[in-house]
Each structure stands twice: as C-alpha cells, then as structure tokens.
C-alpha cells in the first residue's frame, strides 16, 4: 500500500517563507511525475508545480520565480519552497505523484496541508 504523506505547512506574513515536504512510502518500483497542488476556498484545486524523473520541472504562472520545487529520489520525496509568499498563496496543499508499485501504475494524492498568508 502506497501513502504519500505530506508536511511543513502553516500561518506566515506576506513576504515569509515555507517548504512543503511530501514523502511516498509502500511497495514502490518507481515513481515518475510528482507534483504539487492548491485548492482555495471556493475555488477548483489547481497544479502548483510538477517535477518528473530527470528533473524537468513546471510551475503555474502565478508562482514562478516565487516557488521551487525539487525531489530526492533516494528518499521518494519531493519538496516545494515557496518564498515572497503572498495572501493570493492561501490554500490546502496536496502532494501527487505517479507511481509504480505491486498494482501497477496509479496517481496517489496527499492529505493536504494548510498554509495561510496573512499579515
């Protein structure tokens, strides 16, 4: 059984900055694409940032050169820093990631971590 497990969320002011860590645990073979996304209140969950195996990364407009994300195969976790954190970055943060394990190939989800920019 795969989990993904998810961690380092939290309350800052505007400008601070968080690193999101999120790591898989199971009967893993592999693991390709890992991801982040966001959900607001109200509003659809979106794609964050995404890194695949040989570490080629994507990132939502909103979030470039604010927001990098990283992995460490070694240890199945990818991490995302976010700095110059902004109110509009308030949301549930859910790791994903694509992974091979004894049932095959299937999309895993995190619980969710919160993170609230406020002054």
């Known amino acids: 059984q795969v989990q993904l497990v998810e961690s380092g969320g939290g309350s800052v002011q505007p400008g601070g900055s968080l690193r999101l860590s999120c790591a898989a645990s199971?009967?893993?073979?592999?693991?390709?694409?890992m991801g982040w996304y966001r959900q607001a209140p109200g509003k659809q969950r979106e794609l964050v940032a995404s890194?695949?195996?040989?570490?080629?990364?994507n990132y939502a407009d909103s979030v470039k050169g604010r927001f990098t994300i990283s992995r460490d195969n070694a240890k199945n976790t990818v991490y995302l820093q976010m700095n110059s954190l902004r109110p509009g970055d308030t949301a549930v943060y859910y790791c994903?990631?694509?992974?091979?394990?004894?049932?095959?190939?299937?999309?895993?989800w995190g619980q969710g971590t919160q993170v609230t920019v406020s002054s």
């Open positions: 199971g009967s893993i073979f592999s693991i390709d694409a």
């Open positions: 994903n990631a694509h992974i091979l394990s004894t049932t095959g190939w299937d999309t895993y």
């Open positions: 890194i695949i195996s040989d570490g080629s990364t």
